[in-house]
């Protein structure tokens, strides 16, 4: 059992399952997957929104749970307005390992994989990361390029 609240991952449905970095973690049990559009939306208080923009993510968010959002920077926004009313808390500093190529220009500079955002909330909030980069094939790239040791 978790000391925190699970994390929720909300999938956009034009998300490639083939390039999505995420699903292979579906059945742990500190994360929830959910289809985009909710048919339910759970509750969210205590929880806080992995962005591109926003306050960054810090130790005084330990408790809180993380809600991300896993789709292309495409259909992003429509996502984003959609869970507004969750505080968003940025990743800075960090460099992706997944080879993007936008044909819309529609990815932020700090812009990471799923995984890679996931993976470093944990790492900051102190949580338990072991697994999380099993099945990333960017995996050892992504470490040495944030300097991370894992």
Known sequence: MCSYPP?????HPKEN??????????????LIFLGYPLKERPAL????????EGP???AADVDRGLLLLDGSWRWA???IRDFADVPPRSLR????????????????????????ALFLAYHILGR????????????????RLNAITN
């Open 128 to 143: 338990p990361t072991a697994g999380l980069l099993e099945d990333y094939r960017w995996r050892e790239d992504f470490l």
């Open 56 to 58: 960054e993510l810090s």
């Open 93 to 116: 500093g960090f460099r992706t390992a997944y080879p993007r190529v936008s044909k819309h220009g529609t990815d932020p500079d700090n812009g990471l994989a799923s995984v890679e």
């Open 7 to 11: 994390t929720i991952v909300v999938r």
């Open 77 to 79: 926004d429509a996502m």
């Open 17 to 30: 399952p083939r390039k999505c970095s995420i699903l292979p973690l579906r059945g742990r049990e500190d």
């Open 45 to 52: 208080e205590g929880y806080v929104r992995l962005a591109a």
